[in-house]
């Protein structure tokens, strides 16, 4: 039976940072992925934003991960050419509670050392997006666009110079523990497979809960059982109406139907956040929802504008919709699993904060783990 040292399962963009990242020092490397690529579940289809951070509790993993994630993704975009821009992005409130809530977001912000925020007035808004109409803004010049396929191309290149192997249509359905480390099995191209590893990475996104269960642990006492929020994205046609992202003052969810330019300058409308079962990419949403949200901020914005584009769907941790729940990125060696690491709850801002993630993950591994 083959054997790795380190297996990942997953090759999302937070798989192939952490492959890149930890294949820098060690070897036999492998990535299992179910499809027939990488970056074909979440990883394509959410909404390109390089996130500033302004959002989550100071010293959470999304906070802390997402802020060294901005700054590392635009020094890889500069030292290897990736197009990516630094739009800016305006939180807009319209009416009393909207602006008491956006002056705590502030507090927020300053509290994680998110440079450059600054409030804008009526005046101030409509000088920088002539079609913006709200009471008040901030400002947060940090926030950019890219396109994820490029970031993963990135991550992928880097960890294959490093003989990282990954196994497509490779599809993990049992994990045992071993005394001296994992085997994995499964099905991979039509014929079962088994390998075993000394240590294993649970990167599979919206499946990360059935991962982690395989090995035996309980993810409901654990808080790891994950319930899926979709996501649907319309775009609108004719000359974009703004040119920085625009978003309302986030609500518990997700962070609001927002507007966000694309690098080509095309501007999408969403995503909006409900329950699913299952996993589908087809918008099921009505475009009232959208053109109701939207025209609080652009009055001018009309319904024939808008066209259906995509969806996406977040893994979230059961119970995030009413608090907040941080991403889970956990050593489970004080469950009985040394060298198993689990990745849980990777919703946004993962694609931020991947590239950090990965060196915080590698951090775990030459601290805990190797020996
Ligand atoms: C609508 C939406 C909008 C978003 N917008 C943003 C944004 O603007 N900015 C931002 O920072 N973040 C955003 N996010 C979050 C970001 O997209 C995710 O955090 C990130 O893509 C997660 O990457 P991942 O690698 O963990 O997961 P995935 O991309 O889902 O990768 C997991 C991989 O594991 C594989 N896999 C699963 N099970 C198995 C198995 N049993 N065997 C083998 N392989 C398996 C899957 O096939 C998949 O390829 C958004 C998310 C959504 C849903």
Redesign the pocket.
């Known amino acids: 039976m083959e054997r790795a040292n380190i297996v990942i ?7 192939l940072s952490i492959a890149a990242e930890i294949s820098k020092n060690n070897e036999s490397v492998y990535i ?4 027939w690529n ?6 394509s ?5 390089i ?1 500033s951070g302004i959002y989550y509790p100071k010293n959470s993993l999304k906070s802390t991960l997402s802020i060294k994630g901005n700054q590392l993704i635009y020094d890889i975009c500069k030292n290897y050419k990736i197009p990516v821009r630094k739009l800016g992005k305006l939180i807009v409130a319209k009416g009393e509670d909207e602006i008491k809530n956006l002056d705590k977001l502030m507090l927020n912000g300053i509290d994680n050392n998110i440079e450059g925020l600054k409030f804008l007035d009526q005046e101030d808004v409509r000088r920088l997006e002539p079609n913006v109409v709200v009471d008040k803004a901030i400002y947060v010049p940090s926030t950019g666009i890219i396109e994820p396929t490029d970031l993963m191309e990135y991550f992928y290149s880097k960890a294959t110079k490093n003989q990282v192997q990954i196994a497509y249509k ?4 049992g994990i045992k523990r071993l005394d001296d480390g994992y085997e994995l099995k ?1 099905i991979s191209v039509g014929e079962k497979f088994n390998i075993q590893a000394n240590t294993v990475i649970n ?5 990360a809960d059935k ?1 982690a269960a395989m090995v035996g642990l309980d993810i409901d006492n654990l808080g790891y059982r994950l319930q899926y929020y979709k ?1 649907d994205y319309f775009r609108i046609s004719g000359p974009p109406p703004v040119k920085m992202l625009i978003y309302p003052v986030p609500n518990s969810i997700g962070l609001g139907i927002h507007l966000t330019p694309d690098l080509s300058g095309s501007v999408r409308i969403g ?1 909006n956040a409900y329950p699913v079962e299952k996993i589908d990419y087809k918008v099921e949403s009505n475009k009232k929802e959208f053109i109701d949200s939207v025209k609080r901020f652009i009055p001018s914005i009309e319904k024939y504008q808008i066209d259906e584009d995509s969806a ?3 893994p979230k941790i059961k119970g995030s919709s009413e608090i907040f729940k941080d991403f889970v990125i956990t050593h489970e060696k004080n469950n009985g699993l040394f060298g198993y690491i689990n ?1 849980v709850g ?8 991947a590239p950090a993630i990965a060196e915080y993950v590698s951090e775990i591994y030459e601290n805990e783990i190797k020996n």
């Open positions: 399962i997953g090759a999302g963009i937070v798989g299992l992925e179910k499809n990488f970056g074909l579940e979440t990883s289809h959410n909404s390109g934003v996130h490779t599809e993990v359905t499964g990167s599979a996104g919206l499946f991962i996501g995503p996406g769907i977040r990745l990777i919703e946004s801002p993962g694609l931020t904060a």
